[in-house]
């Protein structure tokens, strides 16, 4: 599986497919990207090009605010961040991972029909959790900003109380995925609380409040 890094296009960052980078250089005046093996290599990359003012005015537009990490220095720099969007309760719902320091999108998954946010918020923990295990990456941070999915995912269940419809089932399925998972796997990637009052909105905050 290849990784592209997006330094000059429509949206700056990291894609999981070449369907995706082509969609953002495509046409783009000036294009510059790059395919790499992994995705660390691929962050690192991106990481390693910040320096370019334009990139960083890209990477601020990405979040709904540019955190000044200098002004900040216990937010761990070797991290992730997750969060879920939902529109409705139950409504459509996806949710993503990124970069915490560079914005860089790492995953992004949905919308499913007839969810929850909590659900949304549930799975990006999982869903980081099972990508680090598969790069063999121990030692990656995890912030999500939802003390009910962290607890979810410390007690290896999912305590939703949403009602199974037609619309939903795929997502009881990829629920059930993650439980099973969760029972079977450990971890060492340390799961953060994201301090919202003094640090602002997640940086994989959807930007919907």
């Known amino acids: 599986m290849k990784w592209y890094v997006v330094w000059v296009g429509t949206e700056p960052g990291v894609c999981n497919s070449w369907e ?3 969609a953002r250089v495509k046409g783009y005046p000036g294009a510059r990207y790059k395919a790499y093996n992994s995705q660390q290599e691929a962050v690192e990359a ?3 090009d910040i320096g370019d003012t334009s990139l960083i005015t890209a990477i601020a537009r990405s979040s709904r605010q540019h955190i000044n990490y200098e002004a900040i220095p216990e937010i ?3 991290s992730i961040a997750v969060d879920g969007a939902c529109s409705g309760n139950p409504g459509l719902m996806e949710y993503r991972g990124v970069d915490v320091m560079t914005g860089a999108e790492i995953f992004h998954q949905g919308p499913y029909p007839d969810c929850t946010n909590n659900i949304g918020e549930f799975l990006a923990l999982v869903h980081a959790l099972a990508l ?3 790069q063999g990456n121990d030692h990656t ?3 999500s900003d939802s003390r009910t999915a962290m607890a979810w995912v410390r007690n290896r269940k999912a305590n939703t109380k949403l009602q199974l419809t037609e619309a939903n089932r795929p ?4 629920i059930a995925r993650a439980e099973r998972w969760l ?3 450990t971890w060492s990637n340390a799961i953060l609380k994201w301090d919202t009052d003094r640090w602002g909105e997640i940086p994989a905050d959807f ?3």
Do not use: L, N, Q, S
Request: proline share 0%; net charge positive; aromatic share 16%.
């Open 171 to 174: 997502i009881f399925g990829i």
């Open 132 to 134: 680090f295990a598969r």
């Open 183 to 185: 029972a079977t796997h």
């Open 141 to 143: 941070a995890i912030y």
């Open 76 to 78: 761990v720099r070797d």
């Open 46 to 48: 991106f990481r390693r």
């Open 207 to 209: 930007g919907r409040k």
């Open 20 to 22: 995706e980078c082509e």
